[in-house]
């Protein structure tokens, strides 16, 4: 990207980030469940302009999902109840694993499952793929009677399904993915922290229904859904701001921001907070070529704030209450 | 038309308003111009293709305006796209015209009444699979409910201009005259073959208009109207083909018909969709699995919109 802020010069800026070992081109993905395995967002950007991106999640046999309606738009957000609907690992493999070989990206895998041994199957089968830099671990999805946030939710769960993943994936940088709604955030992340996690995902969607007054029925076939999109960023920021001051910082541990993010704004908030990559989630239904805007905004801001390496814009929250 | 209509490169677009005419109490034809790449992708639209648009941006029209059930929604800020299908697409130069019929139903349609000539509009499209053409076919049958009326309508101009072999025949339905969405007034309308909807007429097409309670065309629900000109029809089975689109139980009811008198029938059907282009997964339709008694779920957006009736379990 080029800044003209002089007639005679321009500026231009990169904004590589060091994610738990590996080197990203800049650190906007796009999220887990809103870019499918790539292939679907093709025709309205360049997948190879992100920093990563994470799969759908993918479990050991293919899921037919949940019966609809499987969503419901709130204001200023929407509910989702899918159901890890995905093409199984097999398929996984055969099919679409080639193309992710192909792009530039970091790919994570996000790995779903009803039991431990499904997570580490997944896990295991992967590690040596070498078109995947690491993998999501779902302990957090809300819309599965068995498995997800019912790992998530459970610090001695956390440790065990976090720690049998750790010992599948070799080398590949295991993210963890939290649950947004439990007592203490940062419990949950430590726990994972401890069981061996390289990086941490937040925040998952929100556990939420929707009544039809008429029917006085859950508008979801699920009745419950997890609620995304802009009404729920301020509380992921929070959220990460609380990880990142209590357990990320000091542990070295990177997090990938996410919740209602759909423009360049929106990221640095997280960054600021304490991400040190982004990811960008229900705004890619909406506008999918909207991470490239992201970031060259991210970009444009870097210029103008004269910030030379866009890891001393990470958790630089001012502190400061004075004017 | 699937050998006829090239697939043409999806993305997103932005189209002029033309005109957006209210044509009932709720019924309103939004006219879009595209240029440029626009144009290209949208030119060769399959009848039953589809595009989302965003309405996020859009005005809410003035509160006394707003229907009484619609006011507590009314408000509420917009956030996903809604997708629409065709009822006319045309090309004049290097732009391409399309029309689209629609209700309003909910916050996003009540905003959209809004979108004014000159104004614009990002689109999403061209999606899905549309109507084909099985050989071989001699007649072909519309059967539209209500809203379904839009993409049978651009169907009926397709098989006119480029299958002149086909006959078609169209049967519009609704609850009563007032929920047609057509712009002619209907209530006095004979319960006769002719070419009675403008609509379908301007494409030589005769129709058939049923309503629920009588007050326009035939009594009773538009798929018994179809069955009956079915049962005096003396045509073969296999030398016609059902197009059907119009709410789900209807859908039903004609994948029935057809079932039973071995007619090919393709219905398009509708969901709540996200974002339409096969990532979110929300539009899902259960389908049969050949010789199984297993089903899966299918896509709306990418596998459909329109299926063939065999395939869809209702």
Redesign the interface.
């Known amino acids: 990207m080029t800044v003209s802020r002089f007639w005679f010069m321009e500026e231009t800026v990169d904004i590589p980030v060091d994610f738990a070992g590996i080197r990203l081109a800049n650190p906007v993905f796009t999220a887990s ?4 395995y790539a292939d ?2 093709s ?2 950007m360049d997948v190879n302009a992100l920093g990563g991106l994470v799969t ?1 999640s993918i479990t050991v046999k293919p899921r ?2 949940n ?12 509910l ?1 109840a ?1 159901g890890w ?1 995905n093409i199984g690992l097999d398929a996984f493999v055969e099919e679409k694993l080639p193309a992710l070989d192909k792009l530039s990206c970091a790919v994570f895998v996000n790995i779903a499952g009803e039991t431990i041994d499904e997570y580490v199957a997944v896990a295991e089968r992967l590690a040596t793929a070498e078109a995947i830099a690491g993998f999501e671990l779902n302990i957090s999805c809300p819309n599965v009677e068995l498995g997800g946030i019912s790992f998530g939710t459970d610090p001695s769960q956390v440790a065990a399904v976090t720690s049998a993943v750790k010992r599948a994936v070799g080398e590949k940088i295991l993210m963890v993915k939290l649950p947004p709604a439990v007592t203490d955030i940062s419990v949950i992340a430590q726990v994972a922290v401890d069981a061996g996690a390289d990086a941490l995902s937040l925040v998952n969607t929100f556990t939420a229904m929707v009544v039809d007054i008429e029917t006085r029925k859950p508008v979801l076939a699920n009745k419950t859904g997890g609620l995304s ?2 009404a729920i960023k301020p509380i992921a920021v929070y959220l990460v701001n609380k990880v990142y001051n209590e357990v990320a910082k000091g542990f070295g541990i990177p997090i990938l921001g996410m919740g209602g993010i759909r423009t360049a704004s929106d990221a640095i908030e997280f960054i600021i907070a304490g991400a040190s990559a982004v990811a960008v989630g ?1 705004a ?6 909207c991470a490239v805007k992201i970031i060259e905004g991210v970009k444009e801001y870097c210029v103008r704030k004269n910030i030379a390496n866009i890891k001393d814009l990470v958790g630089s929250l001012n502190q400061d209450l004075t004017d | 038309m699937s050998e006829k209509c090239s697939a043409t ?4 677009y932005w189209a002029t308003v033309r005109a957006n005419k209210q044509i009932g109490e709720r019924f309103y034809r939004l006219g879009l111009e595209f240029s440029g790449a626009g144009a290209e992708a949208f030119a060769r639209v399959q009848a039953g293709q589809f595009a989302e648009l ?1 309405l ?1 941006s859009a005005a809410l029209p003035s509160a006394e305006t707003i229907p009484q059930e619609l006011v507590d929604a009314a408000g ?6 809604r997708p629409f299908s065709f009822a006319d697409v045309d090309t004049r130069d290097d732009r391409t015209l399309v029309d689209i019929l629609y209700c309003v139903v909910g916050p996003a349609t009540l905003r959209m009444t809004t979108l004014a000539a000159g104004g614009s509009v990002s689109v ?1 499209g061209p999606l899905g699979n549309g109507f084909r053409v099985p050989d071989g076919k001699k007649t072909a049958l519309l059967a539209a409910g209500g809203m379904g009326a839009g993409p049978l309508q651009h169907l009926a101009k397709i098989l006119t201009a480029d299958f002149p072999q086909i006959d078609a025949v169209a049967f519009a339905g609704a609850k009563t005259a007032e929920e047609l969405p057509f712009e002619r007034r209907l209530d006095k309308i004979a319960q006769q073959l002719e070419f009675s909807l403008p609509e379908f007429a301007r494409y030589g097409v005769r129709s058939l208009v049923a309503t629920d309670d009588g007050s326009a065309g035939f009594a009773g629900p538009v798929t018994d109207c179809f069955s009956e000109w079915l049962g005096k029809s003396d045509l073969a089975g296999e030398s016609m083909v059902i197009y059907s689109c119009g709410p789900e139980q209807m859908l039903a009811r004609v994948a029935e018909i057809a079932k039973t008198r071995n007619i090919d029938c393709q219905v398009s059907m509708e ?5 339409g ?10 389908c049969r699995v050949a010789d199984s008694a297993e ?3 299918k896509l709306c957006c990418e596998d459909g919109p329109v299926f063939d009736s065999k395939e869809v379990v209702f």
């Open positions: 469940g809103t870019s499918g679907e967002l025709d309205f759908k037919k999902g019966a609809t309606p499987r969503i419901v738009e709130t204001d200023s957000g929407m989702n899918i609907a999109g802009p229900t890619n239904f909406i506008e999918p070529g | 490169k999806r993305g997103e965003d996020s509420r800020k917009i956030l996903l796209r999403i969901r709540r969709m996200a974002c282009i096969g990532i979110c997964q929300s539009c899902a339709v259960e089903t899966v779920y």
